[in-house]
């Protein structure tokens, strides 16, 4: 955190063209102990880290705000990474697979690559928590959100409530293929 925070107090002093040592007199705090907080050598008190940054005409949520932009991660699942999973639709001869694994405490979405043919011969119906996207990759489905019923076709989008019984009604192709994110509420 100390190196991320650095960082960050580098760039803005940089970005302002302002020296190690006048920003050390702007907030009162000495060249060398900047030089070490910038270098991630060592840490700014909650105090400090406001003066430095009222020195750089920057306020705190700023600050932490840019420290939070560089710790973003992104998550990389080549096709032959990607988990085959089981829900319900698998007895019915769905194929799921998961294209990103939420690693932390609770999961705040599940996004799936979902697969159906001919041989997929019922009709279950779904409802969970959340809200569901779909994008429709490939083929034609007629697909049910409560008492209504909605074609699908390559390009097509469907955002609804989860809570809602919802599922596939009538496939209109010999195979099917979307993409399926479920979002959950906090």
């Not at 060249?31 to 020195?55: Q, T, V």
């Amino acid at each position: 955190m100390e190196t991320r925070i650095g960082e960050v107090i580098r760039q803005q002093r940089v970005a302002a063209n302002i020296t190690l040592a006048s920003l050390g007199q702007g907030c009162g705090i000495s060249s060398a102990m900047l030089s070490r907080i910038e270098n991630g050598m060592a840490s700014a008190s909650l105090d400090s880290l406001e003066r430095i940054c009222s020195a750089l005409g920057i306020g705190m949520a700023n600050l932490f705000q840019e420290v939070d932009q560089k710790t973003g991660e992104a998550q990389l699942l080549k096709t032959d990474e990607q988990m085959e999973v089981v829900r319900v639709g698998t007895q019915y001869g769905y194929r799921y697979a998961l294209l990103s694994y939420n690693r932390g405490p609770r999961k705040t979405f599940e996004p799936f690559l979902v697969e159906m043919n001919k041989q997929s011969e019922a009709w279950p119906r779904f409802s969970h928590p959340g809200t569901e996207f779909i994008f429709m990759l490939e083929g034609k489905l007629e697909y049910r959100f409560g008492d209504k019923i909605y074609l699908l076709e390559p390009g097509d989008t469907l955002t609804f409530a989860g809570n809602v019984v919802h599922g596939p009604e009538r496939m209109l192709a010999d195979y099917v293929k979307f993409i399926a994110v479920i979002v959950y509420d906090e």
